[in-house]
């Protein structure tokens, strides 16, 4: 089966500007997580969506939003860029419910590699 | 929130034996402990998870004492290609992610 899939690869933006991160969920899966990696730091949760809605939401300005679409693929989108939103933005597929109260095994994407001038 | 501690790097040869202890003093009773590998600008990878005692699979062990305030990672017979970040996170329920602390993980630089 595919994995997960993320695009694009790199982002160049100016500060201002609104980036738009995509991604795509092993197929069948209806979860997706974004989180933000900044270099040489430990993952932020970001979001998480499932069936199509908005779960749950990391510690973020409302200017970091996203949904997911009706195919469970998902869109980061990021408003008004600053310096400090260079990062790594990795999406996440569980590989299923998990046993009960464990944490899901997810699978990453490749990263897309955001850099705010 | 539950809370891990890690060495921040470490070095070891091909061939050996290494473990990655990380410290959870506040884990809770329905926390589990997960372990993670990430190479440079890739996404993490998923190596083990356990709740007690020694969990065992084909890349790895991960030993949890009675008190589960540790536990080690245990990778065997290393190679170079198994530098990487490793990561220690506890923590249940996926969907409350945000409650998952990722720390800066354990530099393991392999020699040969």
């Known amino acids: 089966e595919a994995g997960v899939t993320q695009s694009p690869t790199h982002l160049i933006k100016t500060r201002g500007q609104q980036a738009t991160l995509r991604c795509s969920p092993i197929?069948?899966?209806?979860?997706v997580y974004w989180y933000q990696q900044a270099l040489g730091l430990g993952l932020q949760f970001l979001l998480w969506?499932?069936?199509?809605?908005?779960?749950n939401r990391g510690n973020f300005p409302p200017r970091f939003s996203g949904r997911q679409f009706p195919n469970y693929s998902s869109e980061l989108n990021v408003n008004a860029l600053e310096l400090e939103d260079s990062a790594l933005y990795l999406c996440?597929?569980?590989?299923?419910?998990?046993?009960?109260?464990?944490?899901?095994?997810?699978?990453f994407g490749p990263g897309t590699r955001l850099t705010v001038l | 929130l539950a809370k891990t501690t890690q060495p921040i790097s470490m070095d070891s040869y091909e061939g050996q034996e290494v473990n990655i202890t990380c410290s959870h003093n506040n884990i809770a009773t329905n926390d589990y402990i997960t372990w993670y590998q990430q190479f440079p600008s890739q996404g993490p990878r998923f190596i083990i998870q356990?709740?007690?005692?020694?969990v065992t699979n084909e890349v790895a062990s991960l030993f949890i004492p009675a008190d589960r305030k540790s536990s080690t990672l245990s990778l065997p017979r290393v190679s170079l290609s198994d530098t990487a970040v490793y990561y220690c996170?506890?923590?249940?329920?996926?969907?409350?992610?945000?409650?998952?602390?990722w720390g800066l993980g354990t530099s393991l630089a392999v020699n040969p």
């Open positions: 996170l506890v923590g249940e329920n996926a969907g409350n992610n945000r409650k998952l602390i």
């Open positions: 996440a597929s569980p590989r299923d419910r998990g046993i009960a109260g464990g944490m899901h095994e997810q699978f």
């Open positions: 356990g709740y007690k005692t020694k």
């Open positions: 969506y499932d069936e199509g809605e908005e779960r």
């Open positions: 197929s069948g899966h209806t979860s």
